[in-house]
């Protein structure tokens, strides 16, 4: 069974349409590149897929049930901006989410914490935004979800911690689980993506796996990107 269809998904803000019609299917066990330029829709996208907008029109299923607090529990979504009390400290922020997610793990969160070298007794308003996004990170990733939503989950860090980024999602979703993750830094999560999704004008222009799609257009997604938005 498919992990979560989006079925011609359209949502307008006032008389501006983000998305007029988009179908996406996630499957168990896939690592899904939810591409396109500011403005396309990827965000707004997130938010319908968490239940935190409803749609104009269309459906999304998980698990072949509608969305809602059941799926709610089952997904783990970074958004694109921080949502965590700034005032708290980071064992603070663990322990919010012990209390909030049943399948949080707080060992995961600590070993995490040492991995990107951050201080658990740190207050989250002397962070650079860098670091508050490892900690969302973190937070995140610590949750034993059947679905991980990233949306633009290495904006700002520095190029030498991408990498150790990448590897901790690679390292740290369960078998069987899927993510999608939403990027402008194509070039550097392509190696990791098994299927590319690119939104262009509200549609989806372009959708398919990541190797069929290099081979046959004999091109990185990076590539296959720029030439589908210029």
Request: aromatic fraction near 6%; hydrophobic fraction near 40%.
């Amino acid at each position: 069974m498919d992990l979560m269809t989006c079925e011609g998904m359209k949502k307008r803000y006032g008389t501006h349409e983000v998305l007029k019609g988009v179908d996406i299917t996630v499957r168990p066990d896939r690592i899904v590149g939810l591409l396109g330029k500011n403005g396309a829709g990827k965000s707004t996208l997130f938010k319908l897929m968490n239940d935190l907008l409803v749609p104009d029109e269309g459906r999304i299923l998980f698990r072949g049930e509608p969305i809602g607090e059941k799926s709610k529990a089952r997904i783990s979504y970074l958004p694109e901006r921080t949502y965590l009390d700034r005032d708290m400290k980071i064992s603070g922020a663990l322990r919010f989410f012990a209390e909030f997610y049943g399948d949080f793990s707080a060992d995961r969160a600590r070993e995490l914490l040492r991995e990107l070298e951050l201080d658990g007794d740190m207050r989250i308003r002397k962070m650079s935004k860098g670091m508050q996004e490892k900690l969302q990170l973190i937070l995140v990733m610590s949750r034993e979800a059947d679905l991980y939503l990233l949306d633009e989950p290495l904006g700002g860090v520095d190029p030498s911690t991408r990498e150790t980024i990448l590897d901790t999602i690679l390292s740290n979703f369960r078998e069987g689980a899927s993510l999608v993750i939403s990027t402008h830094m194509i070039a550097e999560v392509e190696r990791i993506l098994d299927e590319v999704v690119i939104l262009k004008d509200g549609v989806v222009a372009v959708s398919g796996a990541a190797d069929e799609l290099r081979e046959r257009e004999m091109a990185s997604i990076d590539e296959i990107f720029r030439r589908t938005v210029k």
